[in-house]
């Protein structure tokens, strides 16, 4: 079955970018979804379809993909971004911590 | 707004079967849509379990294919997972959620609406 792999953790300072990639065989020929999800709470659909985002969103999430690895990047990052990032192909990716130091 | 709202019971014993049900509210299911359950055990990632088709057309993930029951209900607005032979393994939170198109064996569109998420336990 394909397999997404993502770095556990990421750790970003306040206003600075958060990079979380998503690896996978050929992803760059599939459509990936990006989900938030905090402690306790259900996932958040953040970017779909590589890099479209949901209504509602802010536009300091974004997405690219191309060749083996898709990327969500977080612009100026807040405290209230700290949370677990899943990417998105079908199955979902290992997921990555991201921790606002 | 659509909302999902999942129940059931939150302990389950060895070998039995769990069953849960998700009562949609905002969207009628027989307009469209496929309507999944993902799970995520504690401290772990989500896995895709399933999902319908107001038709009733049913998709499951293979490596659990075997012990799962996905039904419809469109008089309700509502769907439901049967899992059987649980063992602790199968202890996680479930969630229902919303999603554009499924093929036999995943979900390509997005999951754009979810429940809250339930707590099942497997244990004697």
């Known amino acids: 079955s394909y397999v997404l792999t993502q770095p556990p953790s990421v750790s970003v300072a306040p206003g600075q970018t958060a990079r979380i990639t998503c690896g996978g065989n050929?992803?760059?020929?599939?459509?990936v979804h990006w989900y938030q999800q905090k402690p306790g709470q259900a996932p958040v659909l953040v970017v779909y379809d590589d890099s479209d985002r949901p209504s509602g969103i802010p536009e300091r999430f974004s997405g690219s993909n191309s060749g083996n690895t898709a990327t969500l990047t977080i612009s100026r990052v807040e405290a209230g971004d700290e949370a677990d990032y899943y990417c998105q192909v079908g199955v979902f990716g290992t997921g990555t911590k991201v921790t606002v130091l | 707004q659509v909302q999902l709202q999942e129940s059931g019971p939150g302990l389950v014993k060895p070998s039995e079967t769990l069953s849960l049900t998700c009562a949609v509210s905002g969207y009628s299911i027989s307009s469209g849509y496929y309507w999944g359950w993902i799970r995520q055990p504690p401290g772990k990632g989500l896995e895709w379990i399933g999902s319908?088709?107001?038709?009733?057309?049913?998709y499951y993930n293979p490596s659990l294919k075997s012990r799962v029951t996905i039904s419809v209900d469109t008089s309700k607005n509502q769907f439901s997972l049967k899992l059987s032979s649980v063992t602790a393994a199968d202890t996680a939170v479930y969630y229902c959620?919303?999603?554009?198109?499924?093929?036999?064996?995943?979900?390509?569109?997005?999951?754009?609406?979810w429940g809250q998420g339930t707590l099942v336990t497997v244990s004697s």
């Open positions: 959620a919303r999603t554009g198109y499924c093929s036999s064996t995943s979900c390509h569109d997005p999951f754009d609406y």
């Open positions: 050929n992803i760059g020929s599939k459509s």
């Open positions: 319908i088709y107001h038709s009733g057309s049913t």
